[in-house]
């Protein structure tokens, strides 16, 4: 069984920077990729960001510049660090992981909130 849990998130200013982490657990395969997704009230689910095993990495054209997705593979963790956060990026933020052959596997969800 694959267990995602993310955590990080919370309330920021306007310009402010949070960094987010998915610890996955269970029967991972080592070079799946993962992915970022985030939900705002209302709105149907949007990709963020996404990392391959190997390291590449792809942005959604609202976060590009200002987020960044990495992974340390010994911890099975990925972060996603947020700068210049900006209110539209309020929204609950869940990674999810899956390979060949797999379902989709998603964390809990991290609510971020960007006020002032």
């Known amino acids: 069984q694959v267990q995602l849990v993310e955590s990080g998130g919370g309330l920021v200013q306007p310009g402010g920077s949070l960094r987010l982490s998915c610890e996955a657990s269970?029967?991972?395969?080592?070079?799946?990729?993962m992915t970022w997704y985030r939900q705002c009230p209302g709105k149907q689910r949007e990709w963020v960001a996404g990392?391959?095993?190997?390291?590449?990495?792809n942005y959604a054209d609202s976060v590009k510049g200002r987020f960044t997705i990495s992974r340390d593979s010994a911890k099975n963790t990925v972060y996603l660090q947020m700068n210049s956060l900006k209110p539209e990026d309020t929204a609950v933020y869940y990674c999810?992981?899956?390979?060949?052959?797999?379902?989709?596997?998603w964390g809990q969800g991290t609510q971020v909130t960007v006020s002032s």
């Open positions: 999810m992981t899956m390979w060949a052959g797999s379902p989709a596997y």
């Open positions: 269970g029967s991972i395969f080592s070079r799946a990729g």
């Open positions: 990392i391959s095993g190997a390291g590449a990495t």
